[in-house]
Every structure is written in C-alpha cells, then in structure tokens.
C-alpha cells in the first residue's frame, strides 16, 4: 500500500481553514499571512487531486472531497498529538513497562515496600513480576529479559551488571517443633553437625548456598544435605515433617508453618546481603526510578 505524502503543515492548515471558513481568521490561528495558507491549500489540493474548498467572494465552502478527508485529517493529526505525547511519556520515565527479577523470600521483605512506593511515584507504570532464584536472574538480565534483579549474594565481579545493596539479615536455623534443639532460644551451629541437611541447590543461588556452606565450615562440619527444594517455603514444608533441618535468611520467619521452629544461631555475626541488580548499559528511566525508590533508609543494614 502506498503511502501518501502529505505534509503535516498542510492538513493542519486545511483543518483550521475547514473551522473557520475564512481565510483571514484561519491565517490569524495559524500564525501566518493568508498568502502562505493558500499556498499550503493548493498544494495540498494537488496531492489529492481534486478541489477541497469553494472560493467565491466572501464566502469559502467545503467541497464534497473536503467534507471526505476532513475527519480523517482531524484523526491523523489526533493520533500524531497522542503518539508524540505517549512517546514523552515513555522517555521521560512517567509510563511504560518495568520487568522485575525477585528471589521468593524477598516477598516477605524487600519487595512489598519497594513496589508500593515506586507505584505511588509512577502509577502508570506498568511492572511485570516474576519470581525468580538468583541464578537465573543474572540470566535474564544479561539476555535482557528483565530490567531489574532483587536477589541475594550476587558475584560483584561483573563486566555487565551493577549491584546495589539493599539490606542485610542474619541466619536462622531451621528445625521441626518436635526437634530436641527447638526447646532452645538459641541454637549452636555446632551442634547442627550430625543433623541431615534441607537446602536449596546451589545451581539456584551459587552465593548463599556457599556462604551457608562456609558458615557451617566455621563451626567445624560439612553439612550432610540429604534434600533439596528450590523453594523457601518447600525448604521448611520438608523440615516440618522432620527430614531435616536448615539455615536460612531471618526473614524466613515470615513463612508460618505450625510445625516449624526458627531460632537465632550461635555464633551469629555472619549476615546475607539483598541487593539491587541491574545492566550497566541500560539508560531505560524507569531503571533509574527505581533504583532512586531505594531510599537510604531501606539500604541500612536491618
């Protein structure tokens, strides 16, 4: 289908002629000698072929071809005014689509807060969610499939991506209710050494399952890991029916499981970091609102 060539300054002008009837009072919208407009109709008339407007003394008059492509003169500049404005929009950051990576248990967390404040500030904004390990979420940034990664332990040696921190949270074991250590506030790593092992595979988030590995190290064991789950909440399902136990993120607690017990661990200097993911190249706005919704105050250490 051929496209026609036809210049904006031209349908703009047969618009406002086709409202005022008059050419003195279009020129005078228009901002230009009447000269100019009737240059710019009969122009405009050569590209269609055919006249648009009668001309007789004191009076101008639409033709039945004027009648004809008025409404669609009026709808294609329309659509150009919206396109232009929808287009602002996008790249000023105030719409279009942000796609966020996030780890399961940052959902009892990070994730709430941060979506609430970022939708206040942007309600047009439309945000896709997926939930996603750690592992998988440095994949999807590097082929682009997401914008955004909320995981946990990421590799800062990154060509690629940039990482921010957005808090940190000790460790707790996790243990049936019916568990002789469960009766404690307070468990010793140590004493976890012969108890078989729940975690997630460290294909998942390579990080956390080292750093849980190291710290397990620390209290002089390697732990026996009889069982994995992808899921946090698969995690302590299995530790309630006394499978084994875990070491998990605090915020685990959130998960309420009736048959579960989470309790501080001895020593508990040792800390798992949140952080903020994103590609170095991208220059999205919406990438940079978001990372502004990170206040300071939600990147302390909690």
């Given at each position: 289908m051929e496209r026609p060539e036809l210049p904006l300054p031209q349908?703009?002008?047969?618009?406002?002629?086709?409202?005022?009837?008059?050419?003195?009072?279009?020129?005078?919208?228009?901002?230009?000698?009447?000269?100019?407009l009737s240059q710019q109709i009969r122009r405009l008339e050569d590209k269609v072929g055919h006249a648009l407007f009668t001309?007789?003394?004191?009076?101008?008059?639409?033709?039945?071809?004027?009648?004809?492509?008025?409404?669609?003169?009026?709808?294609?500049?329309?659509?150009?005014?919206?396109?232009?404005?929808?287009?602002?929009?996008?790249g000023s950051g105030r719409t279009g689509r942000l796609r966020i990576g996030f780890a399961a248990s940052l959902a009892l967390t990070v994730l709430p807060g941060l979506l609430r404040d970022f939708r206040q500030r942007f309600p047009e904004v439309r945000l896709e969610i997926r939930e996603m390990t750690t592992a998988p979420q440095l994949t999807a940034l590097r082929e682009r499939t997401v914008d955004i990664g909320l995981l946990r332990e990421p590799e800062e040696a990154d060509r690629e991506l940039d990482f921010r921190t957005v808090l940190t949270e000790p460790f707790v074991a996790v243990l049936s209710h019916g568990h002789p250590l469960a009766a404690g506030r307070t468990v010793r790593l140590a004493d976890l050494a012969e108890a078989p092992f729940v975690l997630l595979p460290r294909e998942?988030?390579?990080?956390?399952?080292?750093?849980?590995?190291?710290?397990?190290?620390?209290?002089?064991?390697?732990?026996?890991?009889?069982q994995d789950?992808?899921?946090?909440?698969?995690?302590c399902a299995l530790v309630e029916t006394g499978l084994g136990v875990s070491l998990a993120p605090a915020s685990i607690r959130r998960i309420r499981l009736k048959g579960v017990a989470f309790r501080a661990i001895e020593p508990g200097a040792e800390r798992t970091r949140?952080?903020?993911?994103?590609?170095?190249?991208?220059?999205?706005?919406?990438?940079?609102?978001?990372?502004?919704?990170?206040?300071?105050?939600?990147?302390?250490?909690?």
């Open positions: 349908l703009h002008a047969f618009v406002v002629l086709a409202e005022e009837l008059h050419f003195g009072r279009a020129a005078a919208r228009l901002g230009i000698a009447q000269p100019p001309r007789e003394p004191g009076r101008v008059a639409l033709t039945p071809v004027g009648h004809e492509l008025l409404p669609v003169a009026r709808r294609a500049l329309s659509d150009l005014a919206d396109g232009l404005a929808a287009a602002r929009a996008v998942a988030g390579p990080g956390l399952y080292d750093r849980i590995l190291a710290l397990c190290a620390g209290a002089g064991f390697v732990p026996d890991v009889v789950a992808v899921e946090w909440q698969t995690v949140v952080a903020v993911a994103w590609r170095k190249s991208d220059r999205n706005p919406l990438v940079a609102h978001l990372l502004a919704t990170v206040s300071p105050q939600s990147q302390a250490t909690r």
